[in-house]
């Protein structure tokens, strides 16, 4: 898995990229908040749980049915969110959702339960470039949670931050028919 510090990636690139007036500040934060929530299932482990069983670890929590049903129940807080319903439910989908699919690109573990509960199966992305991240505290503050973390930078943050630049530049650079207007005498 990604680390819980870049996870929040694409709930970030998405909100700075479309603006204040698009992804209130408090939808910001309920989709940063989203983007880690699936992990909760690390407690499966305290459990006995088997990491391979449809409730253990990368299992139920990250399946693309419970992003779109907790994003569902947080568009329901859309007027506390400062939001529009499907905006909202838009918005937190692809911030919950993106933890699955980030996972589906790491490099280790057994997969992930997409299609939970269709499906048991656990699913990589065919190309899988981000480190997996140890759970333990004390093989993340080591030489290989650093490799982690570059990982992490090259292949989820520099892709993010450009995606930002290049929504805020849409966003902010001028159309050709507000330009017109601006120089016409009028």
């Known amino acids: 898995m990604p680390t819980i510090f870049t996870h929040p990636a694409v709930p970030l690139a998405i909100g700075f990229g479309l603006g204040r007036k698009v992804i209130s500040p408090p ?23 088997p990491y391979m069983a449809e409730f253990g670890h990368r299992g139920f929590s990250h399946s693309l049915l419970i992003a779109f049903v907790l994003a569902l129940l947080g568009a329901c807080l859309f007027r506390w969110l400062k939001s529009g319903f499907f905006q909202s439910l838009l918005f937190l989908l692809a911030a919950i959702s993106s933890h699955g699919l980030l996972d589906t690109l790491t490099n280790g573990g ?57 929504m805020i530049f849409a966003r902010l650079a001028p159309t050709k028919a507000s330009a017109g207007r601006e120089t016409t005498p009028g």
Not at 27 to 49: E, H, K, W, Y
């Open 27 to 49: 939808l910001l934060v309920c989709g940063i908040i989203g983007s880690v929530l699936p992990d909760l299932d690390v407690i499966a482990f305290r459990m006995n749980i």
């Open 110 to 166: 057994l997969g992930i339960a997409l299609l939970w509960p269709w499906s048991e199966h656990r699913y990589f992305m065919p190309f899988h470039p981000i480190e997996v991240a140890p759970i333990a505290l004390s093989r993340f503050l080591s030489e290989r949670g650093l490799s982690v973390l570059k990982s992490e930078l090259h292949w989820v943050w520099l892709p993010a931050i450009a995606a930002t630049a290049l």
